[in-house]
């Protein structure tokens, strides 16, 4: 069975930073690109960017490129999303998602990132 | 700029009614479009894919189809598990852009 399993929420202040994961089982890791997804708070799905973890090709939306750094460990099968200094309009949940030629197949349950003083 | 129109931003419909959503697409995209659905809280799930390929599981009351860069979600009889919001999505290249939403309430 494929699976995603993204890390737990997280509360941070302005300025911190930080790293979330997504682990994925179930499938080969290494021959299927992970994208991830933000949605803020009672918006839409945006798509930020993905990764191709067999070599570590990344590809970002043009919104999100130098904001955040999408990067994977083929090693532990787990790809991560990190900010190294965040916002408050970074609050989100932040979705990883299996990405291929039938679109974003499956998807982690979502980790949700609260950025607040 | 590539641009993801999808229309419209929400609709109200009874059970039974046929409902359609549409997207354009700015430029081409060849059949590398699809739709996924989120209800309330939950997690998006993949309906479409292709512009018409049904996902596994899904329901055949769903459908796609495509005409050049005109995309069009069907739902032929609504039923009430099917109150959510949709969005469409291209895959082509990156960006893989979605659309705005549409939200599809009950009357």
Same mark, same amino acid.
């Given at each position: 069975?494929?699976? %995603?399993?993204?890390?737990?929420?997280?509360?941070?202040?302005?300025?911190?930073?930080?790293?979330?994961?997504?682990?994925?089982?179930?499938?080969?890791?290494?021959?299927?690109?992970?994208?991830?997804?933000?949605?803020?708070?009672?918006?839409?799905?945006?798509?930020?960017?993905?990764?191709?973890?067999?070599?570590?090709? =990344?590809?970002?939306?043009?919104?999100?490129?130098?904001?955040? =750094?999408?990067?994977?460990?083929?090693?532990?099968?787990?790809?991560?999303?990190?900010?190294?200094?965040? #916002?408050?309009?970074?609050?989100?949940?932040?979705?990883?998602?299996?990405?291929?030629?039938?679109?974003?197949?499956?998807?982690?349950?979502? =980790? %949700?990132?609260?950025?607040?003083? | 700029?590539?641009?993801?129109?999808?229309?419209?931003?929400?609709?109200?419909?009874?059970?039974?009614?046929?409902?359609?959503?549409?997207?354009?697409?700015?430029?081409?995209?060849?059949?590398?479009?699809?739709?996924?659905?989120? #209800?309330?809280?939950?997690?998006? #799930?993949?309906?479409?894919?292709?512009?018409? =390929?049904?996902?596994?599981?899904?329901?055949?009351?769903?459908?796609?189809?495509?005409?050049?860069?005109?995309?069009?979600?069907?739902?032929?009889?609504?039923?009430?598990?099917?109150?959510?919001?949709?969005?469409?999505?291209?895959?082509?290249?990156?960006?893989?852009?979605?659309?705005?939403?549409?939200?599809?309430? %009950?009357?």
């Amino acid at each position: 069975e494929v699976q %995603l399993v993204q890390s737990g929420a997280e509360v941070k202040e302005p300025g911190d930073s930080l790293k979330i994961s997504c682990k994925g089982s179930g499938y080969t890791f290494t021959n299927n690109w992970i994208g991830w997804v933000r949605q803020m708070p009672g918006k839409g799905l945006e798509w930020m960017g993905i990764i191709y973890p067999g070599d570590s090709d =990344t590809k970002y939306s043009p919104s999100f490129q130098g904001q955040v =750094t999408i990067s994977a460990d083929k090693s532990i099968s787990t790809a991560y999303l990190r900010w190294s200094s965040l #916002k408050a309009s970074d609050t989100a949940m932040y979705y990883c998602a299996r990405s291929n030629l039938w679109g974003l197949d499956y998807w982690g349950q979502g =980790t %949700l990132v609260t950025v607040s003083s | 700029d590539f641009q993801m129109t999808q229309s419209p931003s929400s609709l109200s419909a009874s059970v039974g009614d046929r409902v359609t959503i549409t997207c354009r697409a700015s430029q081409g995209i060849s059949n590398y479009l699809a739709w996924y659905q989120q #209800k309330p809280g939950k997690v998006p #799930k993949l309906l479409i894919y292709g512009a018409s =390929t049904l996902q596994s599981g899904v329901p055949s009351r769903f459908s796609g189809s495509q005409s050049g860069t005109d995309f069009t979600l069907t739902i032929s009889s609504l039923q009430p598990e099917d109150v959510a919001t949709y969005y469409c999505q291209k895959y082509n290249s990156a960006p893989h852009t979605f659309g705005r939403g549409t939200k599809l309430e %009950l009357k």
